[in-house]
């Protein structure tokens, strides 16, 4: 039996807790600067293939993500749970979330071998992340009609796409706000999407909060993955305004739901 006080407890290590998250945040930007300038030039003489060359990035980016996840998991920062993490491994997924935390795309890229992902513009510009995304072909968000047709070419070649419809990282207490584009991008592949439900309790890492302002009590992330199935009805539908708004009113309720479970 453990004698501590209850105060102690709640704080579950959290000084701990407080250095791991900083060292791992370093290590996360040195793993950037290590990719960009010793792992990924050789892919160049390797793979004259462009797209072979860009899978091989994928491929050493998701090994990073891994390592990465298990850091911060054996360094007592965060406990985490997937459930049918299985289907995330099947080829040219569009793989559709919710967005709570500031590393739930490097969860979901540590699961999927061949992850094509849409980013921020700026990220193109960014001296720990411009190696990385560049090489790895991911797509930046500054265009939305070349969004849709880069993701779907990509889901066309046989890579998953993962994207959060909101955009942006989820406001705690706020329904969400989900863009089209995620719609629009499973009408013109002809895919039914791979839904992820990420919870965090207590939450971490969430918008608008500094990465150091760490809660009291460790973390559990639970990524729950489900199959769209006939959801979205996309064998009938054409890729117009109204069925792209009727598709995203679905992902909005089933994420609304699945999220206050």
């Known amino acids: 039996m453990d004698n501590r006080p209850a105060n102690s407890l709640r704080r579950d290590y959290y000084w701990l807790r407080l250095l791991a998250t900083a060292t791992a ?7 950037g600067l290590a ?22 990035a994928r491929l050493l980016i998701h090994h990073a993500f891994r390592a990465f996840i298990g850091f911060m998991h054996i360094t007592g920062i965060y406990t985490y749970h997937f459930r049918g993490e299985e289907r995330l491994r099947r080829p040219g997924q569009l793989v559709l979330a919710n967005h709570p935390s500031l590393i739930d795309v490097v969860f979901l890229i540590s699961r999927i ?31 939305p009609e070349r969004i849709i047709e880069l993701a779907a070419q990509s889901l066309q070649r046989g890579e998953s ?16 706000k989900f863009q ?24 971490m890492l969430m918008k608008n ?34 069925a792209a708004r009727e598709i995203t009113h679905k992902l909005k309720a089933f994420f609304t739901e699945e999220c206050a479970a």
């Open 35 to 56: 990719l960009r300038f010793v792992l990924f030039p050789p892919l160049k003489f390797l793979y004259r293939d462009v797209e072979v060359r860009k899978r091989k």
């Open 180 to 203: 089209r584009g995620a719609a629009y991008m499973a009408l013109r592949a002809r895919v039914q999407p791979t839904l992820v439900t990420i919870r965090c309790n207590p939450p």
């Open 113 to 143: 071998p061949n992850a094509n992902c849409i980013v921020k513009a700026s990220l193109f510009r960014n001296p720990f992340m411009r190696g990385a995304v560049t090489t790895a072909g991911y797509i930046p968000n500054d265009d």
């Open 25 to 31: 945040f370093t290590l996360f930007g040195l793993g």
């Open 161 to 176: 796409v993962v994207l959060f419809p909101e955009g942006t990282r989820s406001v705690p207490g706020r329904p969400f």
């Open 209 to 242: 909060i500094p990465w150091y302002s760490i809660p009291l009590s460790r973390p559990h992330f639970q990524f729950e993955i489900a199959e769209a199935d006939n959801l979205l009805q996309l064998r009938d539908t054409g890729e117009s305004p109204l």
